[in-house]
């Protein structure tokens, strides 16, 4: 009776460890975060995007696009946040989110409205692509 107690007692502790399959995936629940993307005009501007968002039951409940931003050359000004979006991504599961900002750099040193831009789609299981970025002019 002993060797039965211990041999359940084993054999517990090692399916303990295993993980049961059934036909239904786990529910991706959590929050995420891109890392930042970082598009810059060197020695006069830089301009930071990070995209964070949480998922319930496999679903994206929510997305924030967060934007900094930094003036190196004093002849520039950051014109803000022109366009952004946040809309379903084309395989249905995941949320597309688009930023396009502007500085305005008169003169010689660039254009005078130039636009960094970003689009990002997030998935609910944590993963993203980075579908585009781009400085316009």
């Known amino acids: 009776m002993r ?14 460890g295993v993980p049961f399959i059934t036909g239904a995936a786990a529910p991706d629940n959590g929050c995420w975060a891109t890392e930042p993307i970082e598009l810059a005009n060197e020695g006069v501007w830089t301009y930071r995007n990070q995209v964070t968002w949480c998922a319930t039951d496999g679903k994206v409940t929510s997305v924030e696009v967060k934007v900094t931003h ?3 050359n004093p002849a520039c000004t950051w014109a803000g946040r022109v366009e ?6 084309k395989d249905g599961t995941g949320r597309t989110a688009f930023d396009l900002s502007e ?10 409205g130039v636009n960094p831009w970003v689009i990002v789609t997030v998935q609910p299981d944590g993963s993203y692509t980075i579908d585009a970025t781009g400085i316009h002019p």
């Open 70 to 72: 930094q003036v190196l």
């Open 3 to 16: 060797r039965t107690g211990a041999l359940t007692a084993i054999t517990a502790g090692v399916l303990a």
């Open 103 to 112: 500085f305005s750099c008169p003169g010689a040193i660039g254009a005078k």
């Open 84 to 89: 952004e979006s946040v809309t379903p991504a």
